[in-house]
């Protein structure tokens, strides 16, 4: 039972203590006149606790204070403002750069894209140029066995008229000897005839 009371005990020790409420703001307008506000006319309820020239010169003090504040309340409104300025400045050239980045994006796809398409054309030429190489190379075979034929045909004509022509030569004078003595034959037996003829007439 003791040991049950002492850790209530501890627990209500150690739990957090409740978060106060946050003071009230007390909103006042700046622009109106320091001797019109509520603690300015509250300064006016000491005069029987402190002296006069001691009064009035808190009350000076509170005029300053309203002053330096009010003078840093504009600081304040000013550097906002200018903040504000900047910070649209910041969003302008965060906007800037965004496109600036989406462009340069833009550009580096297009070069990668314009690269690929050269390392296409790159390979459709070489294959250009390999396929024009072998044409070439098959055409001066064609050419060097077209030149070989035609050596070779013009040896055989060289060598046909050597051997051919020489026994056409000879058959043809074999042939008109042939000829002249089939017309003298030929004469003969016509001479035959007519004699036999006129022998016969006479007889």
Same mark, same amino acid.
């Given at each position: 039972?003791?040991?049950?009371?002492?850790?209530?005990?501890?627990?209500?020790?150690?739990?957090?203590?409740?978060?106060?409420?946050?003071?009230?703001?007390?909103?006042?307008?700046?622009?109106?006149?320091?001797?019109?506000?509520?603690?300015?006319?509250?300064?006016?309820?000491?005069?029987?606790?402190? &002296?006069?020239?001691?009064?009035?010169? /808190?009350?000076?003090?509170? !005029?300053?204070?309203?002053?330096?504040?009010?003078?840093?309340?504009?600081?304040?409104?000013?550097?906002?403002?200018?903040?504000?300025?900047?910070?649209?400045?910041?969003?302008?050239?965060?906007?800037?750069?965004?496109?600036?980045?989406?462009?340069?994006?833009?550009?580096?796809?297009?070069?990668?894209?314009?690269?690929?398409?050269?390392?296409?054309?790159?390979?459709?030429?070489?294959?250009?140029?390999?396929?024009?190489? !072998?044409?070439?190379?098959?055409?001066?075979?064609?050419?060097?066995?077209? %030149?070989?034929?035609?050596?070779?045909?013009?040896?055989?004509?060289?060598?046909?008229?050597? %051997? !051919?022509? &020489?026994?056409?030569?000879?058959?043809?004078?074999?042939?008109?000897?042939?000829?002249?003595?089939?017309?003298?034959?030929?004469?003969?037996?016509?001479?035959?005839?007519?004699?036999?003829?006129?022998?016969?007439?006479? /007889?």
């Amino acid at each position: 039972m003791a040991d049950s009371n002492a850790e209530e005990k501890k627990e209500e020790t150690t739990a957090a203590p409740p978060k106060k409420a946050p003071p009230p703001v007390l909103k006042v307008d700046l622009d109106s006149d320091p001797k019109d506000s509520v603690a300015f006319t509250l300064l006016g309820d000491w005069t029987k606790r402190v &002296p006069e020239d001691e009064l009035d010169s /808190y009350k000076l003090l509170y !005029v300053r204070l309203w002053e330096s504040v009010k003078i840093a309340f504009e600081e304040e409104k000013r550097f906002l403002k200018k903040a504000r300025t900047l910070n649209n400045d910041v969003l302008g050239e965060k906007i800037n750069m965004e496109k600036a980045r989406l462009r340069q994006q833009d550009e580096q796809d297009n070069l990668e894209r314009l690269e690929r398409e050269r390392e296409t054309c790159q390979t459709n030429l070489d294959e250009a140029e390999h396929a024009d190489t !072998v044409v070439k190379y098959e055409l001066q075979e064609l050419t060097s066995v077209y %030149n070989e034929l035609e050596d070779s045909l013009l040896e055989m004509k060289a060598e046909n008229e050597r %051997n !051919v022509e &020489p026994e056409l030569a000879r058959l043809r004078s074999e042939l008109k000897a042939m000829q002249d003595e089939n017309a003298e034959a030929e004469a003969a037996c016509e001479k035959d005839k007519a004699r036999q003829l006129e022998l016969a007439e006479i /007889y």
